[in-house]
């Protein structure tokens, strides 16, 4: 029987936009203020792209600086999965477009869509062709241009949201961050917490919905918070009810909402520093929130008395999907 590989992190990047949008420049745009949305959501302010970019240019620029960490170049990888909602185009898929201004051989590229999920979904998959020796190398990305969906005009949604791209190697050869297990779940009876209701084949671009604003991002936020709280607590303690033998680490949950991430914090009885958090700088930025996270807690040192601890990376979204990637560092 052949041997199972061991697949793990080789290299992390990340790209935020340059434009800062802050609360205060929010309550310019609608009836809010710094103090409403700081005390709901724990955010101070997300980066916006600049209108002439879009989600494959904050993918680019993402990818090269984790090749760059990981010591390869594009010559050496074997696939590309963008994990997005903001796609550039319906077709073809970011991945693609990714694959040809890295100028990579002609490997495998595609999109997945599991919204803030996707990253764990990404890296999930990759893991599968790594094990199975169809790879050797995987370039995912998780990567969002939240701005171009989400309603200026709706206060209780357009706090929220932000833009950037995190990435990372996934290999066979790697110094750090060994994927021991993944943790995969959705309900599609949740569809209606989350979505973007035009745009689809059910309900395709039109006069009435452009006018009714119906290819922007809805938000029934109460539930996304009693959904998500009970979701990231299953997520870290299946992580460690399944690694018992590994002392956990560092959590790096979703940035969905810093009321959502400390309610589930106390509960699961984590000190804060076993938490990263970044929500207060960047928002909700989908499912480049967790790469971006791990590239910022790796390059700050956070992870750096870490070895040999549980890394457990988990998200909850759209759809509804949540899932969870467990590591030892």
């Not at 936020?221 to 399944?242: I, K, T």
């Not at 700088?281 to 601890?309: M, Y």
């Amino acid at each position: 029987m052949t041997a199972v590989r061991r697949v793990g992190i080789r290299g992390t990047g990340a790209c935020v936009p340059e434009r800062v949008l802050s609360n205060d420049d929010l309550q310019k745009m609608v009836d809010t203020s710094d103090e409403w949305i700081t005390t709901r959501t724990g955010i101070k302010e997300r980066r916006i792209i600049a209108d002439d970019k879009a989600t494959s240019d904050l993918a680019i620029e993402a990818s090269e600086k984790a090749l760059a960490d990981a010591g390869i170049s594009a010559a050496d990888l074997d696939m590309i999965i963008v994990a997005t909602i903001s796609s550039d185009y319906v077709i073809p898929s970011t991945a693609c477009l990714l694959q040809s201004r890295l100028k990579a051989r002609h490997i495998g590229a595609f999109d997945i869509q599991a919204a803030c999920s996707g990253f764990i979904y990404a890296v999930a998959t990759a893991q599968k062709f790594i094990e199975s020796g169809s790879a050797h190398n995987v370039l995912v990305v998780g990567a969002e241009a939240l701005s171009r969906v989400t309603d200026y005009q709706d206060r209780a949604s357009c706090i929220l949201f932000g833009d950037g791209a995190g990435a990372v190697i996934l290999s066979d050869q790697f110094e750090r961050g060994e994927i021991l297990s993944v943790d995969l779940h959705a309900d599609g009876d949740g569809e209606d917490f989350i979505k973007i209701k035009a745009g689809g084949s059910r309900h395709s671009a039109s006069h009435q919905t452009v006018d009714g604003r119906e290819h922007y991002m809805r938000v029934r936020g109460r539930d996304v918070y009693r959904f998500a709280v009970s979701r990231m607590v299953e997520l870290v303690e299946s992580a460690r009810q399944r690694h018992p033998d590994v002392a956990l680490g560092l959590v790096i949950p979703h940035q969905v909402n810093l009321r959502i991430i400390e309610s589930a914090r106390d509960r699961l009885g984590l000190q804060d520093e076993q938490v990263y958090v970044n929500i207060d700088r960047f928002g909700n930025t989908s499912s480049a929130s967790i790469p971006i996270g791990l590239d910022e807690a790796r390059r700050a040192g956070r992870l750096d008395g870490e070895q040999g601890k549980l890394l457990v990376m988990c998200a909850f979204g759209a759809g509804l999907t949540w899932g969870a990637v467990s590591l030892k560092w």
